[in-house]
């Protein structure tokens, strides 16, 4: 399950107070609920930001990688829960293959927004970086 601090919390204290999707939390604000609610419900939490937090309710991983154009740029929430869905198609560990997704999100964003001039060229620019990732990055 992946959702922004908001949604996550959300999640967990079944209401719906927030405005739209953008996360009016950090995630260090909702660690010990996307803990407890990944030991509920027996699946891995990712909580997207600034930093992104994962955790099996047991083990947790933290991704300081990315860029803030990130959050301004339409779908990349989406786009993330599809890389996450191609890294578990291909590692058994869904802790450490939602940890290496993130990672790559955040290397490929962090890359292309070096190198954008506004959100238009920056997805572009992600998902060129993204395809040259090399295992190595």
């Known amino acids: 399950m992946k959702g922004n601090a908001s949604e996550i919390q959300a999640l967990y204290s079944h209401q719906i107070g ?13 660690e010990k609920q996307a803990k407890k609610l990944a030991q509920q419900l ?12 994962i955790t099996d309710g047991e083990r ?19 786009t993330a829960t599809g890389i996450v869905g191609a890294f578990l198609a291909v590692n058994s560990d869904p802790l450490e293959a ?9 290397i490929a964003g962090k890359s292309a927004a070096s190198r954008s001039r506004g959100t238009g060229s ?4 992600f998902l060129d970086e993204l395809s040259n990732l090399m295992a190595y990055d």
């Open 18 to 30: 927030m405005q739209g999707v953008d996360s009016h939390q950090e995630t260090y604000e909702v």
């Open 42 to 53: 027996s699946c891995i939490i990712v909580v997207t930001g600034a930093i992104d937090f």
């Open 60 to 78: 947790m991983a933290y991704v300081h990688e990315g860029h803030f154009v990130m959050s301004k740029v339409t779908a990349m929430g989406c």
């Open 98 to 106: 939602s940890f290496h997704a993130m990672k790559a999100m955040g």
């Open 122 to 125: 920056m997805m572009i620019n």
